[in-house]
């Protein structure tokens, strides 16, 4: 059963640094966040040991927010091995997030 691990400035490298991993940037205040989150949760189910979901809440960490130059939230970067090969901004349903993700296992 696979966890969502939950990032903030000084865990963000070294969880992101090995094989497939997913990061959502949210806030508890945004609604397409809060409606994209049960849709995260089933993905980590349905993906684990595949790739790894990650969120970071721009509200309590900022750092790599900023680096990254997220202006909109939900965003969803993926990383392969610490380097970011996909982003997709904005909120999606179940069926559209496990193609996007299908496309990185």
Request: hydrophobic share 40%.
């Amino acid at each position: 059963m696979s966890e969502i691990v939950h990032l903030n400035d000084s865990n963000y490298e070294a969880e992101t640094a090995q094989g497939v991993v997913v990061v959502d940037f949210w806030a508890p205040w945004c609604g397409p966040c809060r409606a994209l989150a049960p849709h995260l949760e089933t993905a980590a189910q349905k993906f684990d040991g595949k790739l790894r979901i990650c969120k970071y809440n721009v509200d309590e960490a900022n750092e790599y927010a900023a680096k990254l130059g997220i202006r909109s939230i939900p965003t969803l970067i993926v990383y392969e091995n610490g380097q970011p090969i996909q982003q997709h901004v904005g909120s999606m349903g179940q069926s559209q997030l496990e193609d996007f993700l299908n496309q990185f296992v």
